[in-house]
Structure formats: structure tokens, C-alpha cells
């Protein structure tokens, strides 16, 4: 248990109601999306960049560990407290601080919900184009700790590619200031890019200066349908090899068809589907039929091609869409444990890498149903497991590292979006070289001399 000078002192830094040691908030914080759960000794709602630099400093002299949390929505641990730590909560820190169409910016406190920014941006013809399956209820402090991307990636980027600036403070309570408000500048190390995805591990965000881009007057949606995972992957690679580059392209394979069904999406899929694409181009209304002519004709006469619906309705796009995002919970149906990997391949080994988890899945009993963001080349992979079979555990791990040393042998990687956190970070040693692997804790030091920021995440024991 934290002590009570301790509570006391957090209490008189941030003001009364902002300091909570009851159990029941404890343990409404206690876990994430992974089905661990770790108990805090307190959780904390600053309001201010003031209060956190407060509670850093109290943190630091007292050496304390330091979680900070957005909607707990990371599927990776990132967000699991460590036992008797502080869980720092940003969802008081939840206000759009400044929008500013002339210079496409928009300001905004961590706790800010992820689709409030696009809503906004909307209004005056911008938008902010990562897109999370999860921005309904994910935070921009989430995002920008675990540099979160989306479907839109394809074309747009991610996270990392969408910030100006940030405020934040780091493991010593200092306050750091990155970047600049203008759409070029280049004084300085870039803080700004070594924050986004550092797990909050090197320092607190309090706020970021988001770049906005102008909306897209028109989006058309094509679904695909294939006889097999491979001949999906192919289409990809079709894709990606010609001039027109598609705003999402995404693949589920059989599997991932089944889990949709109940949501009525695949009802009209022609008979012999084992794969679906998805794909979008966006553009002005006068460009948009004409990309999609040039998509189409890439993409006629591929191996296995069944179909391609064209003319998707909004409504239509919209339910598929929909269907795609539920598949993250809807794949449960198979087992009640999904483990859950983000690995990327380049595009030119997608069809290799589908072909050897098809083979793997003939291998190992449990089902292993694959999904996600095709035209990035990563793959949502996951093993669907009992959690209390110790034999489909144990043969679910060895299952897994043959996966990732086939991932790092096509020359791909660990993770795409979802980060390392606790699950995956066992494996960091396989991709990252020892040398690296030293000045990125170097690095971890200076910004967090006592270790407390997000403490077991991330780096490898
Ligand atoms: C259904 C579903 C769909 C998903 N789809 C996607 C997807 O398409 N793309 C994707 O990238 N992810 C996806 N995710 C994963 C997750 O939503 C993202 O990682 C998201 O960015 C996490 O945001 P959060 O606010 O929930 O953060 P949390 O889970 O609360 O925290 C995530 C990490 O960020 C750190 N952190 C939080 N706030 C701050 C801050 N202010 N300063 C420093 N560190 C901070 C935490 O310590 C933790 O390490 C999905 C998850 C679910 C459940």
C-alpha cells in the first residue's frame, strides 16, 4: 500500500477529488484489453500540465512507479499498472485547446477521444487521418503513446506522421517542449517523433499540436472476393504495384468471413469466398470513377478472383466497415483467448507469409484466423486458444516465436501499430540489435534517470 504522507502529498498537489486509493477505483483501473489485471495503489486524474509535473516530481523523489492511461483500450499491456504504482488517468485532461483551420492545426489535451478530432476537423472541410478501429473511445495520448494507425495508413501514414508538436513531462517532472507549429521546421533533435510510440516509457504527454489535412471530397469502396488467402494476397501486390494508391486495403480471410456472419455483411457472398478485399480510393468527385477504373482494370483476370462488387452504397460500405472493425471481439466465437499479433511483412512476401499460416494452422489444433491492413503488409494474426488448457498454451507459444522468427526472416516486423507493451516484449531481442537495444535504454535513462515510467514494458528483461 501506498503510505499515507504519500497520499496525502499527492492529494495537497493536486487538489481534493483528483487522488483516488479506494478499491474499487483500483480495480476499475487494475487492466487493458489484455486479460491481466495488476492492482495500483492509487489512481490520479490530473487536470493541468501543472498537476503532472506535480505528480512527477512527488513520483520521482519517492520512486514511485508511473502508468499513465488513456481508455485502457491497448491490446498489449502497455496501460497495466505495476502493483502498488500509480495509475495516472488523462481523462480530465480532455479539452480541444485551439483549432486553427488557416494553418491546419488543431491543439488538444491527451484525453481527447480520437474521433472527437476528426468530428471537429470536419466542420471546416480537414480531417485527421489516423483512424484506429478503437478512436470511438481510444484517447490521443493512447494513440500518440503507441503511435496508432488504421486502415487510412495505407495512404496517409500514421500517427507519427500527423504531429507538429507535443508538451510533456518527463521521469524527473521537467517539462519538454517539441517541434513547432509550422508545417516545416527542423531546429533540433526530433523529440517529437522519438516520443510518438515510446509507450510511456520516456515521458508524460500533456499536449499535442495535431496536423489536419483537407478532406477528401469522395470515397468509393470496392468489395473483393477470392477463392483462397493467396490469391487475396496477389490482388494486393496488383494493387500496390500500379499508380493509383487505394486510402484502405484491407483483407479478412475465412475465418474472419465466418465471425462476420451474424452481422448479415457476408450474406451475399458468392459461393467458394475463402477471402475478402476491401478497398478505397478517395479524391475529388471528377478523379475518384477514374481510379477506380484503373483499380479495376489492375485487378481483373487475378488468380482466384470470384468478384468485384462495385457501386458499394454508403450504407453498404458503411455495415462492411463496421463488420470489419467488430471482428477485433467477434473472433472470441472460436475460443475465449485471443493472442493477438500485429506482425507486418513486406507486400511482395504477403502471399508467402498467408501460405505458411495457412500450413501452420495445419499443424497446431486451435484455429488461427487472420485479418487486417493488407496494403501495410500487417497482419491482425490470431491464435485462438483456451486459456486454462496448459498443452494449447504452451503449444500456442512455440507456435508464436516460429511465427515471429518467420516475420523477421521475410524481412518484416514485430508489430504495426499495436506496440509491445508486456506481451511482446520477449521477442524485441530478436529484431533489435544489442547495440541499439543499449542506446535506446540510454536513451530511457536520461529521460527517466529512476526507471519509473512505465516500468516492465516495452524492452526486453
Ligand atoms: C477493438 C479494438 C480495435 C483496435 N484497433 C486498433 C487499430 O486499428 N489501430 C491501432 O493502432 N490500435 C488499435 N487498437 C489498440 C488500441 O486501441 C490503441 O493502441 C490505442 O492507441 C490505445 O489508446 P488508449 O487511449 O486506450 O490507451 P491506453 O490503452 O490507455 O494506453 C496505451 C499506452 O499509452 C500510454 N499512454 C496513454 N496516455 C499517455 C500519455 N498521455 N502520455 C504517455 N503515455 C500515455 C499508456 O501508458 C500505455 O502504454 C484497438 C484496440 C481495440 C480494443
Known amino acids: 500500500m501506498l503510505s499515507h504522507d504519500v ?8 487538489g481534493p477529488d483528483r487522488v483516488f486509493a479506494d478499491p474499487e477505483t483500483r480495480a476499475l483501473y487494475s487492466s487493458d484489453e489484455t486479460p491481466r489485471q495488476v492492482m495500483p495503489g492509487a489512481v490520479l486524474f490530473p487536470a493541468s500540465h501543472d498537476h503532472v509535473v506535480a505528480l512527477m516530481r512527488l513520483a520521482h523523489a519517492h520512486k514511485l512507479p508511473v502508468v499513465a492511461r488513456g481508455a485502457g483500450s491497448g491490446n498489449v499491456g502497455g496501460a497495466l499498472p505495476v502493483a502498488n504504482g500509480l495509475v495516472v488517468s488523462f481523462e480530465c485532461m480532455n479539452r480541444i485547446l485551439e483549432f486553427d483551420p488557416l494553418n491546419r492545426l488543431m491543439v488538444v489535451q491527451p484525453g481527447v477521444v480520437t474521433e472527437d478530432i476528426g468530428e471537429l476537423a470536419r ?5 485527421y487521418a489516423p483512424d484506429p478501429g478503437s478512436g470511438a473511445y481510444s484517447r490521443i495520448g493512447g494513440n500518440l503513446a503507441m503511435n496508432a494507425a488504421g486502415p487510412h495508413a495505407v495512404k496517409y501514414g500514421v500517427t507519427r506522421d500527423h504531429v507538429l508538436a507535443l508538451k510533456a513531462v518527463t521521469g524527473e517532472g521537467k517539462t519538454l517542449v517539441t517541434g513547432c507549429r509550422t508545417s516545416k521546421g ?6 517529437t517523433r522519438l516520443l510518438i510510440g515510446s509507450e510511456g516509457t520516456l515521458a508524460l504527454i500533456t499536449e499535442a499540436t495535431l496536423k489536419l489535412l483537407p478532406a477528401p471530397e469522395t470515397v468509393a469502396t470496392l468489395r473483393l472476393c477470392f477463392a483462397s488467402n493467396r490469391s487475396a494476397c496477389l490482388a494486393v501486390e496488383r494493387v500496390m504495384r500500379q499508380p493509383v494508391l487505394p486510402c484502405a486495403l484491407e483483407i479478412m480471410d475465412r475465418r474472419s468471413i465466418e465471425a462476420i456472419r451474424p452481422t448479415g455483411t457476408a450474406d451475399d457472398l458468392p459461393a467458394g469466398t475463402e477471402a475478402l478485399l476491401m478497398v478505397e480510393v478517395d ?3 471528377r478523379e475518384v470513377p477514374h481510379l477506380v477504373a484503373a483499380l479495376k482494370s489492375a485487378l481483373n483476370g487475378g488468380e482466384g478472383l ?10 453498404q460500405a458503411q455495415a462492411l466497415w463496421a463488420a470489419r472493425k467488430s471482428l477485433s ?33 495445419n499443424l497446431y489444433p486451435f484455429p488461427i484466423v487472420s485479418f487486417g491492413h493488407a496494403g501495410n503488409g500487417n497482419l491482425h494474426v490470431n491464435l485462438m486458444v483456451h486459456p486454462d488448457n496448459t498443452q494449447e498454451m504452451a503449444q500456442a507459444h512455440e507456435c508464436l516465436l516460429e511465427m515471429i522468427r518467420t516475420v523477421l526472416a521475410f524481412g ?7 506496440g509491445i ?8 531481442g530478436l529484431e533489435i540489435q544489442p547495440d541499439t537495444l543499449a542506446l535506446m535504454r540510454a536513451v530511457k535513462h536520461q529521460f527517466d534517470p529512476m526507471g519509473i515510467l512505465n516500468p516492465g514494458k516495452l524492452f526486453p528483461d
Not at 466542420?123 to 480531417?127: N, P
Not at 470470384?306 to 450504407?315: A, N, P, S
Open 7 to 14: 497520499l496525502q502529498a499527492l492529494t495537497t498537489a493536486l
Open 123 to 127: 466542420t471546416q472541410g480537414l480531417f
Open 186 to 191: 527542423v531546429t533540433g533533435y526530433d523529440f
Open 283 to 285: 479524391g475529388t468527385q
Open 306 to 315: 470470384l468478384e468485384i462488387r462495385e457501386g458499394v452504397t454508403r450504407e
Open 329 to 361: 471481439h467477434a473472433v472470441k466465437r472460436y475460443a475465449p483467448l485471443k493472442i493477438n499479433e500485429d506482425v507486418v511483412v513486406p507486400v511482395s512476401r504477403l502471399a508467402d507469409f498467408i501460405d505458411y499460416l495457412d500450413k501452420l494452422g
Open 412 to 418: 518484416g516486423t514485430l508489430s504495426g501499430e499495436h
Open 421 to 428: 507493451g508486456t506481451e511482446k516484449r520477449d521477442y524485441v
